[in-house]
């Protein structure tokens, strides 16, 4: 369907999906979570080279890891689809990055650090995101099927304005603590979760 050029129709509709709680907690429950795998990106100089003790030529074990559960993660998630209903599989997704969030904080109190945990429990953390997401993708565009692109635009957006906030606030001031970085990858796939559930009731089976 092709939309007319209107400036002030457009504003109105961004507005009318920005004040959508419905629209809005499935962007937050799509978006933040992912920022749970992605403030390591971030930190990577400081994860593997001083935490971890990488050189430079090992940081590809880190990526290996963040890259093939995204991809794993999205295999699965085109397998399930139609086999179990969105709740279902989104909650799959959010079960495994919360035990996978609980594992890396009680390993991060517990035991020394070792990449051998580290870099696996980030790639199953990223696994269970991408195994949801396009489950949640899909509920955010259902929300304007006659606007679909400018569901997709704003969700990026908004993703992405949470990624520079973790880019430019909280990763400078955990990533000299693996403990840290362990707590708030957790705290912002809290967001996410607490997000769902805030709307898991109106989506229909």
Known sequence: LVQPFH??????????LCSSRKFMMLVLASGVPFNGMFLYVLATPVFLGDH???EPTQFFWFFLCTIGGIMAGAAVSGRLAGKMSPQRQIMRGFRIMVAVSVVNIVLNLAAPLSAFWALPLIGLFSFGWAMMVPVVTLLVLDQVPERRGMASSLQACIGSAANGLVAGLLVPLVMHSTLALALTSAGLMLVGLVAWYGVRRSIAA
Do not use: D, I
């Not at 400036?7 to 009318?16: D, F, I, K, P, T």
């Open 52 to 54: 971890l003790q990488f």
């Open 7 to 16: 400036v002030g129709a457009l504003m109105r509709e961004y507005w009318r």
